[in-house]
């Protein structure tokens, strides 16, 4: 089993902005049987990465954890992913 950390801000600063980057993410990620994502220092993350992020999640065969998320990100995370519950599933 691969298992990995990825901790986000060495290589995105402070924010994520940007749906293409989510996809960046997981094309990374699906490499691994597991994946601890890190949002240490993380202060922002817009709707579209968030939406982007989600369905990647949703997609992915790997098993991924996310720690140190500030409760905006939490928040705005919780909310897209009922979204996408109700409408895609």
Do not use: C, H, W
């Not at 220092?41 to 982007?52: C, G, L, V, Y």
Request: net charge neutral; charged share 30%.
């Amino acid at each position: 089993m691969t298992k990995i950390e990825i901790k986000l801000s060495n290589r995105y600063k402070n924010k994520l902005g940007i749906g293409p980057t989510a996809k960046k993410i997981f094309q990374e990620v699906n490499d691994y049987d597991e994946v601890i994502l890190n949002f240490e220092n993380i202060e922002f993350m817009s709707r579209s990465f968030a939406q982007e992020y989600v369905f990647q999640k949703f997609n992915s065969q790997s098993k991924i954890t996310e720690i140190n998320m500030n409760e905006s990100i939490k928040k705005l995370l919780k909310m897209v992913n009922e979204e996408y519950e109700e409408y895609f599933r």
